[in-house]
């Protein structure tokens, strides 16, 4: 199922968001296949706050209905956390989570007219080869976490949103035990006191598994 079209393009979106996010690059087309409202989310948010570590996700259901897709996904972020520029630690991500993308599809992507109110920002310019900005304090080399696609993988569709539910289904806890089987889930510590929050500097970012 992961080597299939439709699953590449959300995974192709889904690791493209979170280095968006953190970095501004992206794999190729990412930002054409991202609606101008939640691209500007994005970047709303992008902070001096960088994210460490590893996040996992489970795509749970690939379902398209005419010119809708919609892809359910487990998130498992018990291994991810926030450090401030400096490199000491802020935060951790919610332990586990309910993604839910939903795409549209397009008509092949011509070259906007500037004349119009309707161009895109330059930011969607951005493409896989972008060096990341500001510098990454303990991440592993820009060339060895950036391992994806550097073909266009979204093959037309548009994200339109990108929602999240801190109540994940019963195969989802199941999974997540399966990943931490040490940890009790629900979780009995309280938010930023979880018992595997690193010291600075911030923990590595695996490599994609499966690669691309």
Request: hydrophobic share 30%; glycine share 6%; proline share 10%.
């Amino acid at each position: 199922m992961i080597d299939s079209q439709n699953a590449r393009t959300v995974r192709g979106w889904v690791e493209s968001y979170a280095l968006f996010r953190n970095s501004q690059v992206s794999y190729p087309g990412f930002p054409q296949a991202t609606s101008t409202d939640l691209l500007t989310e994005m970047m709303d948010r992008n902070s001096s706050d960088q994210a460490g570590g590893t996040e996992r996700l489970l795509v749970r259901s690939i379902t398209v209905t005419g010119n809708e897709l919609r892809a359910s996904l487990c998130s498992d972020g018990w291994d991810v956390f926030y450090f401030a520029a400096d490199g000491t630690y802020h935060g951790e991500q919610s332990e586990l989570a309910l993604r839910t993308l939903v795409m549209r599809k397009s008509g092949p992507v011509t070259t906007p007219d500037t004349s119009t109110s309707h161009t895109r920002p330059a930011a969607q310019e951005l493409v896989a080869d972008t060096k990341p900005s500001p510098s990454l304090a303990g991440r592993t080399p820009y060339d060895i976490w950036l391992k994806g696609p550097r073909d266009n993988v979204f093959n037309n569709w548009i994200a339109t949103s990108w929602d999240v539910s801190s109540r994940p289904p019963n195969d989802c806890v199941t999974w997540f035990k399966q990943n931490h089987p040490t940890v009790r889930y629900p979780s009995d510590y309280a938010y930023g006191q979880r018992p595997n929050h690193p010291v600075s500097p911030p923990p590595p970012t695996l490599p994609n598994d499966p690669g691309w």
